[in-house]
């Protein structure tokens, strides 16, 4: 199972754009990437997936180098509300089995 | 709603009773995860199921732990014997298998407390 690697916590302010990198050398050519977002007693939330290149949806964008060895969650003009943990998982797509959550990046948004 | 719902969301029992769990998940979801996370820990796979198929345990899930499936659409995760140990929230999942599949949601979990 490719094993991820992200910063333990970030900070940022209301209204600036966040980026949170993850490193997975060991990536596989079957792997996606995904993203989970999770507040405090609730269920970790699908925030965006992808395998190279650049996913964009209304949330986020992810960011996929060519090599797929690190990828990088971007948050646009975050607010308040963003505070929580994020994950970054890498395994075959939508196989939950396969997943290893690990310890996530604390994000904190101050006002 | 039609997300992934657990009950209850909060149990407290005493060392050694039983405890069970349930997990409906959405409805055209074949695919079932049950997931355990401690405090600042993320979520740890114990067991899936495809349709009321057990596929896979983890090496997690001791032999106090039994989840079923029995009808392909709810399930429940029962703990024998609890211990101090067993405190944790557990996490049920679904997603859709096939084709382009979909992402596991997650439901709000059940935060079991041993005394």
């Known amino acids: 199972l490719a094993k991820t690697t992200q910063p333990i916590s970030m900070d940022s302010y209301e209204g600036q754009e966040v980026n949170i990198t993850c490193s997975h050398n060991?990536?596989?050519?079957?792997?996606?990437i995904t993203w989970y977002q999770q507040f405090p007693s609730q269920g970790p939330r699908f925030i965006i997936q992808?395998?190279?290149t650049k996913v964009t949806n209304e949330v986020a964008s992810l960011f996929i180098p060519a090599d797929r060895k690190s990828s990088t969650l971007s948050l646009p003009r975050v607010s308040l509300s963003d505070t929580a943990v994020y994950y970054c998982?890498?395994?075959?797509?939508?196989?939950?089995?396969?997943?290893?959550f690990g310890g996530g990046t604390r994000l904190m948004v101050k006002p | 709603d039609t997300g992934v719902s657990q009950d209850p969301r909060h149990k407290i029992t005493k060392r050694g009773q039983n405890v069970t769990f349930r997990c409906d998940p959405i409805?055209?979801?074949?695919?079932l995860y049950w997931y355990r996370q401690t405090l600042g820990q993320g979520p740890e796979f114990l067991t899936y199921?495809?349709?009321?198929?057990?596929?896979?345990k983890s090496r997690l899930l001791s032999d106090r732990f039994s989840a079923e499936r029995p009808k392909g659409s709810f399930s429940t995760l029962e703990i024998q014997r609890t211990e101090q140990g067993d405190s944790a929230m557990y996490l049920c999942?679904?997603?859709?298998?096939?084709?382009?599949?979909?992402?596991?949601?997650f439901g709000n979990g059940t935060r079991l407390t041993v005394t």
């Open positions: 999942a679904s997603s859709l298998d096939g084709g382009q599949g979909s992402p596991l949601h």
């Open positions: 060991n990536i596989a050519t079957n792997d996606y």
């Open positions: 992808g395998y190279k």
């Open positions: 998982l890498v395994g075959e797509k939508n196989a939950g089995n396969m997943l290893t």
């Open positions: 409805s055209e979801h074949n695919r």
């Open positions: 199921f495809q349709n009321e198929a057990q596929l896979e």
